[in-house]
């Protein structure tokens, strides 16, 4: 069952690469106190993902944390190498954190995940958003099949 507005989002650990190298965040590091805005990717690099929903998340950054978001997440059923190089390929700095959900854990916990076995993608998260004040849903906006509306960074700040 998926998560939905006033539920706390569940426990996971991602992964994400610093200058130190690879670091585990736990969803304590990344929502405790914290007004968080997290959008979830089908994967890095592909089409949608990388012309559009990165890039205006990386784009509306500032706008975002003007309006009280502390900080902008981005998480997706890939390792965390792939997110590393695709943050590189994206310019992406400390505008937006990078989570690896390599296995999905977190992905399936939300009750967010579908099967793009027949595309050879596996297990993958749907394309969504949400804005989670102290790890608490305070708005979720999930996408259709295939669709790119209501999970955008403006989308997103005519909510905040």
Same mark, same amino acid.
């Given at each position: 069952?998926?998560?939905?507005?006033?539920? @706390?989002?569940?426990?996971? =650990?991602?992964? =994400?690469?610093?200058?130190?190298?690879?670091?585990?965040?736990? @969803?304590?590091? /990344?929502?405790?106190?914290? @007004?968080?805005?997290? %959008?979830?990717?089908?994967?890095?690099? =592909?089409? =949608?993902?990388?012309?559009?929903?990165?890039?205006?998340?990386?784009?509306?950054?500032?706008? &975002?944390?003007?309006?009280?978001?502390?900080?902008?997440?981005c998480v997706s059923v890939n390792?965390? %190498?792939?997110?590393?190089?695709?943050?590189?390929?994206?310019?992406? @700095?400390?505008?937006? /954190?990078?989570?690896?959900?390599?296995?999905?854990?977190?992905?399936?916990?939300?009750?967010?995940?579908?099967?793009?076995?027949? %595309?050879?993608?596996?297990?993958?998260?749907?394309?969504?958003?949400?804005?989670?004040?102290?790890?608490?849903?305070?708005?979720?906006?999930?996408?259709?099949?295939g669709e790119f509306k209501v999970?955008?960074?403006?989308?997103? &700040?005519?909510?905040?």
């Amino acid at each position: 069952m998926a998560i939905k507005v006033g539920d @706390t989002l569940p426990s996971a =650990t991602f992964m =994400t690469s610093t200058a130190e190298g690879p670091a585990p965040v736990t @969803t304590d590091d /990344l929502f405790k106190g914290k @007004t968080v805005a997290l %959008f979830a990717v089908p994967g890095a690099f =592909t089409p =949608t993902c990388s012309a559009k929903h990165l890039p205006g998340f990386k784009e509306k950054a500032a706008e &975002l944390k003007a309006k009280g978001v502390d900080t902008i997440a981005c998480v997706s059923v890939n390792d965390l %190498f792939v997110m590393k190089a695709w943050g590189a390929d994206q310019g992406v @700095t400390d505008e937006v /954190l990078l989570l690896a959900d390599g296995n999905g854990e977190f992905t399936r916990a939300v009750g967010l995940e579908f099967d793009g076995s027949k %595309f050879g993608m596996g297990l993958r998260s749907q394309r969504y958003s949400l804005i989670a004040k102290d790890g608490v849903v305070q708005t979720l906006n999930v996408e259709e099949g295939g669709e790119f509306k209501v999970s955008s960074a403006d989308y997103m &700040l005519g909510q905040l």
